[in-house]
């Protein structure tokens, strides 16, 4: 229960909310649209590798909870931060610095290629800190943490980020930069959160 099903409302919250993004591009028009679903393909792709280092995470971090509950826990997380930071720096890196390329692969429209392209420096910045709070995530599954942190994932992405990224999308006109700067907040809050957390509880397994 406190494990299964509070993994699987996280996952359900986090769906719907990264859902609601694409609604609000919907909002902004056609091509808004069009240039969202580029850049959200890129980086959906590049975040699965966060989410494998993130799975493995919980792992070492379960092991480490029963063989080394002093230190273990805490070096595992940071050699999986290290690893998550630095995969998703170079490939954000490389797509930002192929970002035309790339773009112009998913459409046949310049004008649509040309506009995701510029923005493709928002998802390097939202792929860190994405790729920051995934790895925190599961590592706090990994000391045994059920719904503080599903309590923690959805407040800020269905509460935060779907609030933040509709009001600088689309009142304060930002667009679809917007839409990825409201991520970006929340996934920062969020990681911060889960860093705070695993503190707590790595404290109380040792």
Known sequence: WSIGFAGGASLAGESTAFASLTIFAGWLGASALAVYTILFNVLSTIFMMALAVGVATSVQVAWAREHDPQNGPRLALQAALILSTALMGGFGLLAWVFASPITAAFTDDPV?????????????????????????????????????????????YLGVMTTLSWALAIPMGQGVAGLFQGGLIASIIVAGLLIWRFGILRRRVS
């Open 112 to 156: 649509t290629a040309a506009a995701a392209a510029a923005l493709m420096g928002w998802l390097v910045v939202f792929l860190l800190a994405d790729g920051t709070q995934v790895t925190v995530h599961h590592a706090v599954r990994g000391l045994n943490d059920g719904w503080v942190t599903t309590a923690i994932n959805l407040v800020c």
